[in-house]
């Protein structure tokens, strides 16, 4: 049973939250990382910290967030257990202490997913259950702190993928059972209104071990195990081909939509391994959207598969955790795929996390929980306790740089496109700062004039030769003139 825990892959988690008073007013401000030249023991000082331990390192549980500073971890599994646990506790960032035991779940499950619903509750669904019952879900009612019981699905499903809807609709995709081989091709919606169940339109494809990412336009674009993908439009319940991907998107990849300058709708950022003469390589496709085509782009220093993807505030996807595929080490290994399509070493996790999740909130932090270390002696992998990342602090925008043009450094490896100039106005590569264009002398500015003469723009030209005048007269004021009465005239 250990061994299907360790291979089996956390399931999807989908933003959840609950909206609770803080208990602490008080903002920390964030570790700042002056460049990206400065020295690996300074980075190293403001990457991360250990948190005291939660109650149970676990692995196969749900990782929500809401507010930017408190994380809900429900369920999974833990050392010495052989199924799921009911244990569900809250993460504060701002109260302490940090850690808070809620109400347990109704039943001990792992490999599950979670969802949150438009009214603040959280849906958990499916997994391998106590019980024996892989069709149930329940409900965390945030102001009550209680769990409720409601429908189970119309079949059992661990590792499947539940995303919320713009309607506020829970979809569910794919997943395993015990009648499955490589997954489900089958999806059912909940309407939290009713409390129902209902059939959704059947994808073209099984899918486990995906991803299911909403897209702006509030579609759905499902990624498996193959070239071939599709999208869920919700107010048609249809699905649609997209284009085939440039190579296999390998179980246990990242699905990161972000926006793009210039580009409608954006894209989503694809971060996992693919095999190339029998050894894997990290993959990074840019899947964008309004198109539906495919762009490769460059690869990650690693290849790893069950790893952690969130967006930053400037842009960029921070990929962390996961386990090589070859070799099956876990990894400490943090990079950013940033916007202009590079990537960045950041500092690396302390603990190592495969099959972990991971969380992004409070100015670019991540909670980092659970998962399996990899032993150096060999022996039984254990479950990891939480740390808190803070890697290469991002400081601030193109207004906290004195930047309005040009494109600037993010002080993370990365760069920040802070726009054009006005019409008539030209942007200073040192300063950033948009200014007016230099001086044109007009060509007017020799009318009437001959020999050196100053111009517009402060400066002087040569207006050529003056013409000969009689002796006693020089040329000024476009003719010839005695010299006494040059100032007077002209």
Known sequence: MELQMMRGRVAAV????????????????????????????????????????????????????????????????????????????????????????????????????????????????????????????????????????????????????????????????????????????????????????????????????????????????????????????????????????????????????????????????????????????????????????????????????NHQAMQLSNGAVRVLGGVNPSTGTASTVVERFNRNGTWYTEPPLQLQHHAGQASLFYIDQSLVSGGWDTPTDGGAPTRQQTELYTGCAYTGGCYEHGASCGTISDDCGGTLNCGTCASGRTCNEQTHQCSPPPCVPSVNSCAGHCGPTQDNCGGTMDCGPCPPCATGTVWCCSACHPASQCDLIC
């Open 14 to 305: 989908v933003m959840a939250a609950w909206m609770l008073a803080c208990t602490s007013n008080s903002r920390e401000e964030p570790k700042k990382v002056s460049s990206p030249e400065a020295s690996t023991l300074d980075q190293q000082k403001s990457a991360l910290s250990v948190l005291q331990p939660e109650a149970l390192p676990r692995s196969g549980f749900t990782h929500t967030v809401q507010g930017g500073n408190r994380v809900l971890i429900a369920g999974g599994t833990t050392n010495g257990t052989s199924g799921g646990i009911r244990l569900a506790q809250i993460y504060a960032h701002l109260a302490t202490p940090h850690w808070r035991d809620i109400a347990s779940m109704n039943e001990g499950r792992y490999d599950h997913a979670a969802a949150l619903l438009s009214s603040d509750r959280v849906l958990v669904t499916g997994g391998v259950t106590s019980s024996g019952n892989w069709r149930s879900a329940e409900l965390y009612s945030l102001t009550q702190n209680t769990w409720t019981s409601v429908a189970p699905m119309s079949i059992p499903r661990v590792r499947h993928t539940a995303t919320t809807l713009n309607n506020g609709k829970v979809l569910v995709v794919g997943g395993n059972n015990s009648t499955s081989e490589q997954g489900l091709a089958s999806a059912e919606i909940f309407d939290p209104v009713t409390g129902i169940w209902t059939t959704a339109a059947s994808p073209s494809f099984p899918y486990s071990e995906h991803s299911a990412t909403l897209l702006s336009d509030g579609r759905v674009l499902v990624l498996g195990n193959r070239l071939q993908h599709e999208i869920y439009t919700p107010s048609t319940n249809t699905w649609a081909r997209t284009s085939d991907s440039p190579g296999i998107i390998g179980a246990g990849h990242t699905a990161t939509v972000r926006a793009r300058d210039g580009l409608v709708g954006g894209e989503v950022v694809v971060v996992g391994s693919t095999w190339v003469n029998g050894s894997p390589v990290g993959m990074t496709y840019q899947y964008l959207i309004n198109t539906s085509t495919w762009i490769t782009g460059t690869s990650p220093s690693i290849p790893r598969r």
